[in-house]
């Protein structure tokens, strides 16, 4: 029995020493990455110019809070407007990719100058309310008669008012003519 209690002691001093050296080697290995953390940490950001244009100075960042959209807004008001500046806008939103906003080069193309062409189609609707004012002015109008009554206006020349002034009518130019007055062109229009 001697022999292997000699034996359990070596291997379980044995295992001591081996677990001592891993413990040793694992402290080793994690000051070390303390090491590289503490080298590689973030440096405090500097301060850099608003990239908006404003001339104020960001905590590290492009913009200052809300200046990205304010740029943006700017951009797409001169790809609105066309030009070389639309072109140019295009390409300063195509360099930040953030304020994209998912619109495609394709799309902003398309975008280019369409201000211009809003106010072309503007001016060309202006244009033809002109004409169709000035063509309506020139057709000659219908004179508007007198008060209608809605009984007339439903029932149309069938309408008692309709023939109780049609007998009046048709009755003053009986007496103009009894009388040899001329007859007048308003009760003539009337017959």
């Not at 004179?143 to 009755?171: F, L």
């Amino acid at each position: 029995m001697n022999e292997t209690a000699t034996t359990d002691t070596t291997t379980v001093e044995g295992i001591r020493a081996e677990i001592e050296a891993l413990q040793e080697q694992l402290t080793a290995k994690k000051s070390e990455l303390r090491a590289l953390r503490g080298s590689t940490a973030k440096a405090k950001a500097e301060p850099k110019t608003c990239g908006c244009g404003c001339g104020e100075l960001t905590r590290g960042g492009d913009f200052l809070p809300g200046h990205d959209a304010r740029f943006r807004g700017r951009l797409l008001t001169a790809v609105d407007a066309g030009g070389p500046e639309g072109e140019a806008a295009i390409t300063a939103l195509l360099a930040r990719p953030t304020l994209l906003h998912g619109a495609t080069e394709a799309e902003l193309r398309e975008r280019l100058g369409s201000e211009q062409r809003q106010r072309d189609a503007k001016v060309a609707r202006e244009a033809e309310r002109r004409q169709a004012k000035t063509a309506a002015k020139s057709k000659p109008r219908a004179k508007k008669g007198g008060r209608v009554d809605r009984t007339e206006q439903q029932q149309g020349t069938r309408s008692p008012s309709v023939a109780k002034n049609g007998a009046a009518i048709r009755n003053a130019a009986q007496q103009h003519t009894d009388h040899g007055a001329p007859r007048s062109e308003g009760i003539d229009a009337a017959l």
